[in-house]
């Protein structure tokens, strides 16, 4: 079992950087893929990122690929998303994931979820 709570969400002015954290429980965090997915207003929940267990890979979605960083620190049970150049198209609500295995982008993919942070960019 992993328990996932984000926080770091806000309003910023377009342009802008934001970082997002992830706290997860559980004794097997360090094991588990940790991704970031976004929705946005009267959208599908969509990927934006992954890493795995050890840091060594990660993943991006096209759309954010080069302003967006995830990273995590297993010692501290988080994982977290780096955002610059931020657009008012990123805005939406930002949600943790954990699954065991590979760095899956589809949202059915992963077992755990956490209960989101709003992030909005205006412009």
């Known amino acids: 079992q992993v328990l996932l709570v984000e926080s770091g969400g806000g309003l910023v002015q377009s342009g802008n950087a934001l970082r997002l954290s992830c706290a997860a429980s559980g004794r097997t965090f360090s094991t588990h893929v940790l991704g970031w997915f976004r929705q946005a207003p009267g959208k599908e929940r969509e990927f934006a990122a992954a890493i795995n267990w050890s840091g060594g890979t990660t993943r991006y979605a096209d759309s954010v690929k080069g302003r967006f960083t995830i990273s995590r620190d297993n010692a501290k049970n988080t994982v977290y998303l780096q955002m610059n150049s931020l657009k008012p198209e990123d805005t939406g609500v930002y949600y943790c994931?954990?699954?065991?295995?590979?760095?899956?982008?589809?949202?059915?993919?992963?077992?755990?979820w956490g209960q989101g942070t709003q992030v909005t960019v205006s412009s």
């Open positions: 994931a954990a699954r065991y295995g590979g760095t899956r982008t589809e949202v059915s993919e992963y077992n755990y």
